[in-house]
C-alpha cells in the first residue's frame, strides 16, 4: 500500500490509546477517591506493563492474519485505558506529598521522570537500528523495545507496593471523610470551570509532549532526515525538556504557576515554529530540536494548576486539610 497509507494506519492504532485515556482516566480516578492512591498506582502499572510485553509476543500477519492487528489495537487501547489513569493518578500522589508551596517542583519533576521513560525508550530505538540491518529489524528486532519495555514495567510494579498511601487519603479514611456520592458526579456538579480549564491544559500538554517528542522523529524521517539523526535530535530534545521541567518548576513556584506558563507556551510556539521551519527547507537542526524540546517544560506548571482548581474536602472539623483552596495570587 502507498507509504502515507501505512503511515495513516500506524497512528491510527497509535491514536486509539489517546481514545481510551478518559474511561481509564474516570475509572481509575473513581476507585482511587474510594480505596487509596496506592492501589490504583499499582493497577495502572500493571495495565502498561502486560500490553507492552505482550506486544512483543503478537504473531505476525502472516501467522495469523488480520487477528493480528486487532489484537494490537485492543492491547494498545488497555495500555491508553492505564495511561489514563496513571498520569494524574501520578499528579495527585505526589502532590499530596509535598508542601502546596512546592507543587510546581514537585509536578516538574514527576514529568521529568516520565520524560526520562521516553529517553530511556529512544536509547533503545536508536541501539536497535545500530545493531541491526534492515532486514532484522523487521523481521523480529522490533519486539525488543516492547519486551524490555514490558519487563521493566512488571520490576515496576514490584517497586511501587513499597510506595505509602498519601497523607491526604489516610487522613480523609482515618476520618471517614470519602465521598458517600458518586465521585465523577460531585466533580461535574461542583467544579465545571475547573473541568473546563483542566481540558484545556491537557490539551496544551499533550500537543506539547505528543508532537514535539513522540511523533517527531518520523515527521523529520519523511522530510529526509536519517533515522539515526532524527533519534539523536530526539534525545537531546528530550533532555533538554528534562532540565527544563526542574528550572520551571521552581521558578514557577516563586513566581506564580500561570505567569511562567504563558511565558513557556510562548517559547513553544515560536521555537517549534522556527525548528520545523528549517527541517522542512532541508536545514535541521539539532539545536534547534533541543531548543524545541526545552519548550515542554510547561508540563511542570499545567498539573499544578489543574489540581489548584479541585481543593481538598474534609467533613471532620478536626481536620487539617483546608476545605478552600488557598487565594491565588495574581501570577497564578
Known amino acids: 500500500m502507498p507509504e502515507w497509507m501505512r503511515l495513516v494506519q500506524t497512528f491510527g492504532i497509535f491514536a486509539a490509546g489517546y481514545l481510551a485515556r478518559p474511561l481509564g482516566g474516570v475509572l481509575m480516578a473513581h476507585f482511587g477517591d474510594l480505596t487509596g492512591r496506592k492501589r490504583m498506582f499499582l493497577l495502572s502499572i500493571l495495565l502498561m506493563a502486560l500490553p507492552t510485553l505482550l506486544m512483543g509476543l503478537l504473531p505476525t500477519y502472516a501467522q495469523i492474519g488480520v487477528a493480528a492487528p486487532l489484537l494490537l489495537l485492543a492491547l494498545r487501547i488497555l495500555q491508553g485505558a492505564a495511561i489514563g489513569g496513571e498520569a494524574p493518578g501520578a499528579w495527585v500522589f505526589v502532590s499530596e506529598h509535598v508542601s502546596p508551596r512546592h507543587r510546581n517542583l ?106 514535539t517528542i513522540l511523533m517527531m522523529p518520523t515527521f523529520l524521517q519523511g522530510m529526509g532526515v536519517s533515522r539515526d539523526a532524527a533519534l539523536a535530535g530526539n534525545a537531546l530534545a528530550v533532555l533538554a525538556a528534562m532540565a527544563a521541567n526542574l528550572v520551571a518548576g521552581a521558578l514557577a513556584d516563586r513566581f506564580g504557576a500561570g505567569r511562567l506558563l504563558a511565558l513557556w507556551s510562548l517559547l513553544l510556539g515560536v521555537a517549534f515554529w522556527w525548528f520545523y521551519r528549517e527541517a522542512q527547507g532541508g536545514a535541521y537542526s539539532h539545536a534547534l530540536y533541543a531548543l524545541a524540546g526545552s519548550a515542554v517544560g510547561l508540563t511542570a506548571m499545567i498539573p499544578a494548576i489543574i489540581l489548584g482548581g479541585f481543593p481538598r474536602r474534609c467533613a471532620s472539623p478536626g481536620c487539617r486539610w483546608p476545605t478552600t483552596s488557598p487565594t491565588p495570587s495574581p501570577a497564578a
Open 106 to 211: 514537585a509536578c516538574g519533576s514527576l514529568s521529568l521522570g516520565l520524560l526520562a521513560g521516553i529517553l530511556l525508550g529512544a536509547l533503545v530505538a536508536r541501539a536497535v537500528n545500530a545493531m541491526l540491518d534492515e532486514a532484522q529489524l523487521m523481521a523480529w528486532g522490533w519486539r525488543l523495545p516492547f519486551l524490555v519495555g514490558g519487563v521493566f514495567g512488571l520490576l515496576a510494579m514490584r517497586l511501587r507496593r513499597q510506595l505509602h498511601e498519601t497523607p491526604v487519603f489516610a487522613e480523609l479514611q482515618q476520618q471517614r471523610a470519602l465521598s458517600a456520592e458518586l465521585p465523577l458526579k460531585a466533580v461535574v456538579r461542583d467544579h465545571p470551570g475547573a473541568i473546563a480549564l483542566g481540558m484545556l491544559l491537557t490539551w496544551l500538554l499533550t500537543a506539547a509532549v505528543v508532537v
